[in-house]
């Protein structure tokens, strides 16, 4: 067949030759003949019944299918010639132009995608020609063809594919399976403007809905198809046609949102062209029904209006509202107005817009007003539009909140810079702890917010004032203090907030509840810095006491604060000698506290350590000292200057006050350090006195082993130490008298005080046995009598068994004693009535009293001697004589 030589071709089909041989490929002779343009052997392959619907194995083209593939630009115009005059053969023999190929694509697709137009234009003489079928992507014949006529920019009122498909009766309205998109709707997706207005003026279904509900006015509005769109709207197409709900969330801005009219969708694509169309056709449209509703609202609640203003376009949205086809007061569908939707979507253009347009600007949207929402959402200059039209600025929120507070509290100072510019109340009294009313500041403060409270004290807000009752009477604790902000300011440690309330004259000298300042409160709370800012106020009144009596020097010697006394002492260098209620200097009452880490301090800045405490006691800080008995403050008192023999307004020394007070070891340092031993205090006591009153037993061994103290110094009752010992007849007296015989072992025994009374009558008197006959066994003399002619022998007790027990222990012959009469019976002495003396007790005694004679061995006296009845006794009876 290739070299045309058909006898041959003839007989080789008459002898059995197989016309329909089949390649590798599944291709038979025809498909090849096809393929290489070869007209003469297609139509002997035909023309000898070969086989004309067989399909290759991959691509399933029949030999039609090649046939209409064929692409004029590829071969010559004999051959294409050629070609059609074949494919019109194959068509007489019945080919089946129904059948598809892999991608399902018909004869007639493949012609037009080939751009074979004459192997068309022969199809289309088909009478069963299938028109309307789809390949596997779907598209019909004209939709390809349409396809091909905008990218070859064709004139579709001429010989064309599309015009041919359509005569010869293809569906204008074909409508795609998936999206139930019809060809108008493809051609719009595409910006297909000329076949879209071919298919329009041909009578396409033009309010069409897809899947969504999408009218082809949708997508060209979308897409900003101005002609399609005004052709679409000419022919009737329905502007008000709502796309299908979606459920989309309603934060969401974009095209899927259901609901939408085709105005919807210009606006979201930000089509201003498109809707000056829509705008334009309101006058010019007779019928209500199509004339576009500016006010449809889609899923969310949008209107047309209210996107243009999130769209930002604003020209627009003016327009209709000039036009009348706008509301301005339009809730979405959760009732939420525009102003409020604008400031949420941060939409500051939108919202301004709205303000111009004197929109209500204090409807709530949930409980919320706009300007609350537009200090939540950060929208300063929404906030200065909302103040210049009026808004309430001091509304307060389900929390207790206000704008300015809400505005502070997130670090916006801006927008409460312009509240406060346009008459916002800075101070705001409102609930505060226990329902007491408390400002902004107060919260503030108490909240440790710095920033906020600095602000608003240069807002001008009330600076002074403590917590008040509540609004119904309540009196909590907490407004009981009566605590201004700058007394918590200074609790809290908030030097910022100190530092712009003093900048601002705050009371610097208010007081609290408890009488403390704010300088108090801080030395309480040890904020130094803060003590620092306070004390370099200019009106500040270190004088000021609180109701301990405490002033601020001394709360910070109390609080062992030495650092803020120090700066205080700077400032008022007497502030360390000012005294308390009683008398006394903050050196005294540290001295009486064994503050030493005070005492330490207060040397350091040098208060005077001779200042005496201002009472009828008039001691220094050295007495009260030695009273306390602390070691480590005497010694520092005594290297800072204190003057050691200072005295008492009862003349008293720091020796007489350690004497008195036991303190023994204290005595031993003064003596160390040269103090005056025998100063005499008003009674003329010397220390040794007041050690023996007491019964200080170490004190008095102190003083006598350590000092040159004066043991014979008689006070103003004439008594030396030895009487003060025996008149207050301590229990351990008798050890006492032994440590003072051990450093005075002649110790005058039978000296008298001014009433006459020797120490052995004075500790008879007392009934102090021990000491009686501790000093009987020293050699005391029994027989003195004091001025009241009483001796122990005559001193009325209740029993004479102490007395008895003294005789009994007489160690030696005592001296004898004088006198102008009998001891025993009062019998003056005369010339007739002579003197003599019991050898045992040592009285002097008449003839009468004595007439009683027996040796005393224990006096080594073996010969009888003259004793008393009472000695006798003793002698005779021992003890028992007291019986």
Known sequence: LKTKQDSMAENLVRHKADINHIDNNNQTLLHLAIKRGDEHSAIFLIKHSCLLNHQTNIKCETPLHLLSSLNPSEFSSDIMDGMCRVAQLI???GADTNQKDVQGNTCLHRAILADNMNIFKELLKVTNLPLNERNIDDHVPLWLALQQAEQ?????????????????GASIDAIDPLLNDSLLHKCARHCYQSAGLYLIEKGASINHTNKQGETALHLTSQFGLESMTNALLKHGANPNIQTHTTLSLIDEVNINVGLQTPIHRAVYASQERILYIYINILEKNSDENLKPNFNLQDEHGQSVFSLTLWMNMLTIAKQLLQIGHAQINITDSEQTPLLAQAIMKQNVQAALFLLEQNVDVNQKTHGLCPIQLAVKYH???????LCRNSANMNIIDENGNSVIWSALDSGQEDIATILVKFGCDSTQWSNGPDNCRQTLLHRAVDENNESVACFLIRSGCDINSPRQVGFNGETPDICKTLESPLHLAC???????????????????????EGNTPLHVAIINQHINIINLLIRAPNLDLSIRNKQNQTSFACSIISKNNEAANLILKREPNAAEQIDNKGRNFLHIAVQNGDIESVLFLLTVHVNVNNRVQDTNQLTPLHLCVQTGNEIILRNL??????????????????????????GFICSILIE????????DSNQNTALHLAVQHGHSDVVRRLLSESDIDVFTLNNKGMNCLHVLAHYSMENAHLIFATLLEFYPKFPLDIQDGQGNSALLSAYKNGHGQLCRALVTAGANLSICNND??????????????????LDIIPHEPPWGKG??????????????RRHHCRHCGRVLCKRCSMNELPIIKFNLPKPVRVCQLCNDVLTFGVMAAR
């Open 91 to 93: 068509l007489e023999y």
């Open 152 to 168: 070859k920019h064709l004139d579709l009122n001429n010989e064309t594919f599309v015009s041919l498909l359509v005569n010869r």
């Open 379 to 385: 929208l300063p200059s929404v906030i200065e539009a």
């Open 491 to 513: 609790q809290w440690g908030l030097e910022r907030v100190v530092s712009t309330l003093i900048e601002h004259h705050a009371d610097i000298n208010k007081k609290d509840s």
């Open 638 to 663: 005594l290297l800072a200057g204190a003057n050691i023999n200072n005295v008492t307004a009862n003349r008293r020394s720091a020796l007489h006050i350690a004497s008195e007070n036991n303190r």
């Open 673 to 680: 350090n040269h103090i005056q031993a025998n100063l005499l």
């Open 789 to 806: 002619l009483l001796s122990i022998f005559t001193m009325p007790v209740a029993s004479k068994a102490l007395l008895v027990n003294i």
């Open 820 to 833: 102008e009469t009998c001891l025993e019976c009062g019998v003056k002495f005369t010339i007739t009535n």
